[in-house]
């Protein structure tokens, strides 16, 4: 496997010398009324340089009755994402019930989607130093090359998302109201689980309108080891 580590070192090596991003992944529904004002500031965060912001929408709010207004299914929910916020709120509070808007910040640590002061200062105490595992993610000929060496067990994540989506709500607590969301999550494969060596893959590269991300998590329910944005 020498070879394959030789490789992964000259590529790991320029994106290691970088402030490692913080992964920071906001938990919503458009059928939620305290969500819009965590969606607009979470916008915010997507664009930040320094951060791999991810929006994941759940979908326990799917069959929920606003009075006249009825229910609002989330057309970008998912089972799969209430799944694994509940693995975080299991490994940070101690309970598999959830809430919207939650962020978690490296799956290390969570608070209220809209406080934006607690938001940024738990940002702020993720060290830059905590490098865990090494990942490279860089455009080939087959697409993205996704290289990682990291912990025996950790997993590695491809997230693909939409950068941003305007939708018009027709029913649910945002009845009337159009929404404006950033990095929204459309689909998420596992790669792959490291073992004794490091890890290689290839996927195919973001379509139009699209972006993603590889996450190396230590487990369910986090937390993150490192993660990168796809080559634009």
């Given at each position: ?11 790991a ?14 938990f ?20 930040r ?17 606003a ?89 590695v ?41 490091p ?12 972006g ?7 487990g ?8 990168r944005?796809?080559?634009?």
């Amino acid at each position: 496997m020498r070879p394959i580590l030789a490789a992964l070192v000259l590529v790991a090596a320029p994106a290691a010398a970088e402030p490692r991003p913080v992964v920071v992944e906001l938990f919503t529904s458009q059928g939620c009324s305290s969500c819009p004002p965590a969606e607009a500031f979470f916008r915010g965060l997507a664009a930040r340089a320094d951060l791999v912001a991810l929006e994941w929408h759940v979908d326990y709010w799917d069959d929920l009755h606003a009075g006249a207004s009825g229910r609002w299914k989330d057309p970008f929910s998912s089972p799969d994402h209430t799944r694994r916020q509940r693995a975080y709120n299991k490994a940070l509070r101690g309970r598999s019930s959830a809430y919207t808007p939650q962020i978690v910040i490296d799956g290390a640590a969570e608070t209220v989607g809209s406080r934006r002061d607690d938001v940024e200062r738990l940002i702020a105490l993720r060290p830059d130093a905590d490098q865990r595992a090494l990942l490279a993610v860089a455009a080939d000929a087959e697409g993205i090359a996704v290289n990682v060496s990291a912990p025996e067990g950790a997993q590695v994540r491809l997230v693909r998302f939409a950068k941003a989506l305007v939708t018009r709500v027709n029913g649910g607590e945002n009845a009337g109201k159009t929404l404006a969301e950033a990095h929204v999550v459309r689909r998420q494969e596992l790669l792959g689980v490291l073992g004794k060596t490091p890890f290689a893959a290839s996927a195919r590269a973001p379509a139009a309108g699209e972006g993603c991300a590889v996450l190396v998590e230590a487990g369910d329910g986090g937390p993150v080891l490192a993660a990168r944005y796809c080559p634009k």
